[in-house]
């Protein structure tokens, strides 16, 4: 990959071009520009906290496209496998706008967009046995039938060389119904070693329907998985391995933004998974990377670098001279 070591992580997945407005749109607001995608946002958090990921995706050739290439880079995340598209899709794009206090409104345009017409082919060479994990959301498979193509046939590929495979269910009801959302998440699931899900996402990659919480995650457990992260937003986290449970809680700070709090989580627990980390000192990671990324605005502008995962630990008033 140009000379470079290989990625330890490879996400694959759509960026978009993201406009936030600093007010109501009906108004006029002056919108900020940046950058948005689950899957990106948390190569940006594993660059951050000194790990080597790269991106897997499509952008349009389009200066949207150029936005995303030039921020991921920035942050030292390999675009080497990174498409741009010549056959006139655009790179997709996100509204996003305040309604009242934290609650936000979000927008998508990205029906036909560069990032939906992923294949296969994009994806499969940059996944090699130098790669530790593969990270893939539920957010791609339902852009598109290639799209959902890809993702199954890089985890399928991932497992086959050993290498870790990560999901994050990330349902997105505007994309796709609970019943077509099952349909291909529970084939992707069965080639995931990790999974991670809120409570009310587990029905939809368990067989069995109806499954309370803890049934559903032995479930899990039982068809392969190695572990299963429940994310509970304020009340914490916990993860299920076959050595047993762990649960931490969140850390307590400032509420400024929600949005790519998940996202913060799963970087911090795949990095703890890098540094060889028990289960709690993974989960522990993750709730302070998530914290990072609630006190600030923006999806990935806050979140840490690995020396400032110690800032919280720190009184409050704290002042560093």
């Known amino acids: 990959m140009s000379g470079a070591a290989a990625p330890e992580v490879v996400v694959v997945g759509e ?11 009906r108004l006029g607001p002056t919108m900020e520009m940046s950058v948005a995608g689950a899957e990106s946002n948390v190569a940006i958090g594993l660059s951050r906290l000194g790990h080597r990921a790269a991106w897997v995706g499509a952008v349009g050739n389009d200066a949207f496209g150029a936005l995303i290439l030039r921020t991921l880079r920035a942050e030292g995340v390999d675009t ?12 997709g794009l996100l509204i996003r706008e305040n309604c009242i206090g934290d609650v936000a409104r979000v927008g998508y345009y990205r029906t036909g967009s560069a990032g939906s017409a992923i294949h296969a082919r994009d994806v499969l060479p940059a ?8 990270h893939l959301t539920g957010i791609t498979p339902a852009l598109s039938g290639s799209a959902a193509e890809s993702a199954l046939a890089a985890a399928k590929r991932a497992r086959s060389l050993g290498i870790l495979v990560c999901l994050d269910i990330n349902y997105r009801a505007r994309l796709w119904s609970p019943e077509q959302a099952g349909e291909v998440l529970r084939d992707l699931c069965r080639s995931a070693d990790v999974l991670v899900a809120s409570a009310d996402e587990l029905h939809l990659v368990c067989d069995e329907p109806g499954l309370s919480e803890g049934d559903a995650v032995a479930a899990l457990l039982a068809q392969g998985c190695r572990e299963v992260v429940i994310t509970r937003g304020a009340d ?12 931490v809680e969140a850390r307590r700070v400032p509420v400024v933004d929600v949005i790519g709090a ?15 980390l028990d289960a709690e000192a993974r989960l522990h990671r993750a709730a302070a990377t998530a914290a990072f990324a609630v006190a600030t605005r923006g999806d990935w502008e806050g979140l ?17 001279r």
């Open 262 to 276: 998940g996202d913060a989580f799963v970087s911090g627990y795949l990095s703890g998974i890098l540094d060889g």
């Open 15 to 25: 960026a978009m071009a993201a406009l936030r407005s600093t007010g109501p749109i």
């Open 127 to 134: 996944l090699d046995p130098a790669v530790r994990i593969l």
């Open 304 to 320: 840490p670098v690995r020396d400032d995962l110690e800032l919280l630990d720190r009184p409050a008033g704290t002042t560093l």
């Open 236 to 247: 914490g986290a916990g993860v299920t391995t076959a050595l047993g449970s762990v649960t």
């Open 80 to 91: 080497a496998h990174a498409r741009t598209d010549r056959c006139g899709r655009p790179t």
